[in-house]
């Protein structure tokens, strides 16, 4: 018996929520974007459209690109309520399992997107929204870096005597989008037994600080003020854990137990950071900054792949440090990187997978121009090429 495939739509910009149906389309997923029609000069759709250097054509940049692999595009009006019918008449014409949204909730009702107005039109309708910090708080906006100061992650991020500093990826953003994932295949499953759908609020602000795993718990536990300030390059807890240098670039190295430790100490050219304070990790802790000190002068002393060949050989977990080309060319990720094909022909690669899909595709279609699959869908839904015609003319569709 063939399953059915998915159905997800998705009123969706920006990174969060665009990040989350990536997830469902390299499931093999049906996941058709729902923009906005134009409005006065503004450009339209997702702003993110237009961010970064031209890929493909003016709506299709380089910073769109990676999020919207394999998806669908449709426009439609959802402030004009024939908009927000059309919208009703695609959840049940296409039987449509996840509609996602990354809006903030203030608007819900005023676009008809509300849980209650679709789940009436689909009653077994599984809703998921992100936004800032949930429906309690429905005026919020969620940008990544105003998430990232709220929610404590600058502070404990960068040189414990610089100021507070962002962190290189978007890691809320990506976090709420797994969230919105992980929640949403689990609906999938509850309905599979129950038969009913459910709403999801995914709120930042709260899954940012559900990775404060480390630090937030250590208030109620007397902790010193530097356990929760910026650390720097250093672990807070494992010592030495940190960046060195050596005579053609620097390392990673970390020390995760005293026996990790003492296999450091037996390499000859490290022997002579140990003592015997420095046998315990609490031991270390009291000549912290010393033992960095004695660790960078034994690693400046050698080339990079001299000291990692000898840590390796003692198992001590270690690493040049690596740029984002040389990321890309690691052994263990090649054929693990997601193919696309340029509108010109060529194939560029993007981002791996976070878990190999099912059957192995990697290969997924180039992301859809604004507005590229109104037509077809809306025809799939029932409606006639004159209908339709009227619908843009009227600028319900787009």
């Known amino acids: 018996m063939r399953t059915k495939r998915r159905v997800v739509l998705s009123m969706e910009q920006a990174l969060s929520m665009p990040y989350a149906t990536l997830r469902l389309a390299q499931l093999g997923w049906r996941v058709i974007r729902l923009e906005a029609t134009p409005v006065g000069n503004m450009l339209p759709g997702d702003p993110n459209r237009y961010i970064g250097s031209r890929v493909a ?5 380089s910073y769109f690109i990676a999020p919207n692999l394999g998806k669908e595009a449709i426009a439609l009006n959802l402030k004009d309520r024939r908009g927000q019918e059309v919208l009703r008449r695609l959840l049940s014409s296409l039987e449509v399992d996840v509609f996602c949204c990354n809006t903030v909730p203030s608007r819900y009702k005023s676009l008809g997107i509300d849980y209650e107005t679709l789940a009436a039109a689909k009653p077994d309708l599984i809703w998921a929204g992100i936004s800032a910090m949930g429906p309690e708080y429905p005026e919020a ?14 502070e404990v991020t960068g040189d414990p005597e610089g100021p507070p500093m962002l962190t290189g990826i978007p890691v809320i953003d990506l976090k709420a989008g797994d969230e919105a994932y992980a929640s949403i295949l689990l609906a999938m499953l509850e309905r599979n037994e129950s038969g009913h759908g459910k709403a999801i609020h995914i709120s930042m602000l709260q899954a940012a600080a559900s990775w404060l795993i480390t630090v937030l718990p250590l208030i109620d536990f007397g902790c010193r003020p530097d356990e929760l300030g910026r650390a720097g390059n250093e672990h807070r807890k494992f010592i030495p854990t940190n960046v060195y240098p050596g005579r053609d670039g620097f390392l990673y190295l970390a020390i995760g137990s005293d026996v990790q430790w003492q296999r450091l100490t037996a390499i000859p050219k490290f022997a002579s950071v140990a003592n015997e304070v420095r046998t315990t990790n609490e031991g270390r802790h009291q000549e912290r900054q010393q033992i960095h000190r004695d660790m960078a002068a034994v690693t400046a002393c050698w080339t990079v792949d001299e000291v990692l060949a000898d840590l390796r050989a003692a198992t001590i977990p270690c690493t040049r440090i690596l740029d984002i080309r040389q990321v890309r060319e690691l052994p263990q990720l090649q054929g693990k990187l997601t193919i696309t094909t340029m509108p010109d022909g060529r194939k560029v690669h993007m981002q791996p997978p976070a878990v190999d899909p099912p059957g192995g595709g990697l290969d997924m279609p180039f992301p859809p121009k604004y507005g590229a699959d109104t037509r077809t869908v809306l025809d799939e839904a029932g409606y006639s090429a004159a209908e339709v015609d009227a619908l843009i003319g009227e600028g319900v569709a787009a």
């Open 57 to 61: 054509d003016d709506d299709r940049r």
């Open 141 to 154: 906006p969620g940008y990544d870096p105003v998430m990232q100061a709220m929610a404590g992650y600058m």
